[in-house]
């Protein structure tokens, strides 16, 4: 079925839940690409963004998300966010979600469009949880090529509350960093390095 919808989330739901594995307790508090947001809150959006967007897909509103915090983190996240990932992927997978509008938010939209926007969340946030917690990661290239195409008709200094000013990023570059800089981040973000515990005296 999903060779008969615009995008097929299936791929990148499952390079986020592998990118869960790699999140260790020690990480929650760490810093991200998204300025004020430790590794846990950007867990917590995730969650709330893939059961927002389930529900636009359902058209259904599921009304506005609270700010991602780290203290409203759910404690089973571990087993919980794979659950709403999945059901995120199969929600989109119906072609009827792709028709007339979808209410994400409070915000109604095309639904083509709104499909759009929420493969841009996961794909940015993926990229977003990887670098603050060193891992390896991949998008899809047919949903990037789709994303800068869409984030490209934002304005330059960005949207207040979505994205950033552009980052200008070099045209050889790969197609992943262009839609990160689109979004107003920097593709060379990374996490500064912990410092090593200084040994006690005996």
């Known amino acids: 079925m999903a060779d008969r919808v615009p ?20 990480d929650l508090a760490g810093p991200t690409p998204c300025p004020g947001w430790p ?10 963004l893939a059961y927002a967007f389930a529900q636009g897909a359902r058209k259904r509103d599921g009304g506005p998300a609270p700010e991602p915090s780290a203290d409203h983190l759910s404690r089973h ?4 966010l794979p659950v709403l990932l999945e059901e995120l992927s199969t929600a989109w997978r119906d072609p009827a979600a792709w028709t007339g509008t979808a ?19 996961l794909v940015i946030h993926g990229w977003d949880l990887a670098r603050a ?14 994303l800068i195409d869409f984030l490209s008709q934002g304005p330059a200094e960005g949207t207040p509350g979505l994205f950033g000013p552009v980052v200008p990023v070099d045209s050889e570059d ?29």
């Open 39 to 48: 590794v846990a809150a950007l867990l917590d959006h995730l969650m709330g």
């Open 7 to 26: 995008l097929d989330f299936d791929p990148q739901v499952r390079q986020i839940r592998a990118l869960l594995l790699g999140v260790d307790e020690s």
């Open 174 to 202: 790969d197609v992943l960093f262009q839609a990160v800089g689109l979004t107003g981040r920097d593709p060379a973000w990374r996490p500064p390095r912990r410092k090593a515990p200084v040994a006690q005296r005996r």
């Open 133 to 146: 917690t060193g891992q390896d990661y991949a998008a899809d290239p047919r949903a990037l090529e789709l």
């Open 77 to 80: 996240w571990r087993s919980r």
């Open 103 to 121: 209410t994400v938010g409070g915000v109604t939209l095309p639904a083509t469009d709104m499909g759009i926007f929420a493969m841009n969340e």
